[in-house]
């Protein structure tokens, strides 16, 4: 689903100042609830204590809100020249940087990942987030991960990232795609802006993402990004 409309304009816009001015004033409620904590935690109790841990739960989460939303903002900004991208290599790199999360159980597989055009900073981002939600909403179960990728249409690549996770019902295959849409409760670390970040990037590419699941089996997250021109 592609954002349209005045309202996403405006929410854009109100993203990328929002995110500058609110970063200064929550990184101070922040370092003063560390140095309260630092200095006094001793002469607090009780309350005192699950009150100023709250400020601290609160003021990170709304840090990584912020931090988020900048992303976002920025997604749809040439800020880069695009450049040939070695996607094998790149889903490596963001793999090593997920080992903590990977932990036993896991298998990844790589299908056919080729060379693309593309802006690295912002492709990395989007291996990192589908890869890091498959292995946030995964099962008890061992997971599987594979990333595949085949011709798409035109001068594209389709890639595919499929896990065997908890899936998503068919209601919400949309709306995950929207700002700050989560589907799981409070207690999931995240911001309900990983999916819309990696939708702006992959519009930025000229490409489409989307998401073919299935509840209790896994998800298929597919997008498709420009391949390198002839001869390069
Ligand atoms: P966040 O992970 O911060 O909540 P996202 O925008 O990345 O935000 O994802 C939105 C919602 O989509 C998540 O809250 C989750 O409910 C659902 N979701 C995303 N990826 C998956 C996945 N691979 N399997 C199951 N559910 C997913």
């Known amino acids: 689903m592609k954002p349209t409309g005045i309202w996403n304009a405006d929410l ?14 929550i990184r101070a409620v922040t370092s ?47 800020s880069r020249a695009f450049a040939a991208v070695d996607t094998a290599t790149m889903v490596q790199n963001v793999l090593t940087r997920l080992k903590p999360d990977l932990g036993d159980g896991v298998t990844v597989t790589l299908i056919n990942l080729p060379a693309i055009q593309g802006d690295a900073v912002q492709l990395d981002r989007l291996f990192q987030n589908l890869l890091s939600n498959a292995l946030k ?30 899936g998503i019902e068919p209601e919400y ?45 896994g998800s298929t997250f597919s997008f498709t990004l420009p391949r390198l021109p002839q001869g390069a």
């Open 173 to 217: 295959h949309q709306r995950i795609f929207q700002l700050f849409a989560r589907l799981h409760p409070r207690e999931v670390d995240g911001t309900g802006l990983g999916l819309a970040i990696c939708q702006r990037i992959v519009q930025h590419h000229g490409g489409d993402l989307w998401v073919e699941s299935t509840p209790g089996q």
């Open 137 to 166: 909403y995964r099962k008890p179960d061992p997971l599987q991960i594979v990333i595949r990728a085949q011709a798409g249409p035109g001068h594209t690549w389709q890639f595919d990232v499929q896990d065997t996770g908890q």
């Open 12 to 25: 854009g816009r109100f993203a990328a100042i929002a995110s500058h001015d609110l970063k200064a004033p």
């Open 32 to 78: 003063f609830a560390e140095l309260l904590r630092t200095l006094y935690a001793l002469h607090l109790k009780g309350r005192g204590l699950t009150y100023l841990a709250q400020i601290r739960i609160n003021g990170y989460h709304m840090e990584r809100l912020v931090d988020d939303l900048l992303l976002y903002s920025r997604a749809a900004v040439a």
